[in-house]
């Protein structure tokens, strides 16, 4: 029996060669770049100097002394509060969004319009980030775009850049705006394998569009909709940096300060490599925590649906 499943698996190989020669340069370069790169990890427990090298420099006593001055620190609490919120309103947004537009985009029966739609939806993901925050700024200043648009329902100009009172509006609203339109190439190529003959059999049912979404096309993404759900979970913690860096000024850098930007002040600009190694772990620890416990209550919800 073990001989004829090596048969097996030999004439499996053979058969799948060239598909197993083209993943070989995409293994090869996530093998180089993820894997080699993680025994920098040492760093976060060492006392780190970049002239004597990772395994040249010597343990800290106690080992765990970087995490320990990170959870002392007077704004870890906050900061943590900060990178969750965050997080998980951005999740609570743009998670939902690609999988709306693609329902919505695929009930357009006009193949020219539909394709214009699509294409106009895509823009805004090739927007730099430099660019998006630059137009953020202008339309948030108080003769800017958003106020002029508050003028006209009577609503008194403010400027939006100061403080953090429309800081998460801004974020999250711009995150979807980028997002929406390239999110959902996923969801509309699952929507291609759904069986037309369910659309005729509901037909003569006498269902309707919103019918048709609901029974038939809900379903036929949701295996891909939990996929997408559970690897979404583990950017919770490692949202956006770069724009979260651009939007802070001098009015609302402490108040929306998170992990990422933390890490980039402390390692980057101040070069304390070892200890923002400890925080990086640290976020990626809890990142695995929230992907095996979302995959874990999927697999109780919906066995078939969950990644492993």
Known sequence: MKGS????????????GAFLVLCLPALLLTFLFRYVPMYGILIGFK???????????????????????????PNCWNIIENTFKIGIITLIFTYPMPILFALLLNEIKSTRYKRLVQTVSYIPHFVSVVV???????????????????????????????????????????????????GSIIYLSALTNVDTSLYDVADVDGAGRWQKMLHIELPAILPTTMVMLILNTGTVLTQDYTKILLMQNDTNRSLVEVIATFVYRMGIEQGQFGYTTAVNLLVSLISFFLVFTTNMIVRKLSPENSLW
């Open 5 to 16: 499943d090596l048969a097996l698996k030999r004439r499996g190989i053979k058969k799948q």
């Open 47 to 73: 006392n780190y100097r970049p002239n004597r090298g990772v395994w040249g420099s010597e343990w800290l006593d106690p080992l765990f002394q970087n995490f320990e001055r990170f959870f002392n620190s």
């Open 132 to 182: 998006l925050v630059g137009m953020l700024t202008g339309f948030a200043s108080a003769d800017g775009l958003f106020n002029g648009i508050r003028a006209f329902f009577g609503a008194p100009a403010v400027n939006m850049n100061e403080g953090d009172r429309y800081f998460l509006l801004m974020y999250v609203g711009s995150a979807v705006w980028q997002g929406m339109g390239w």
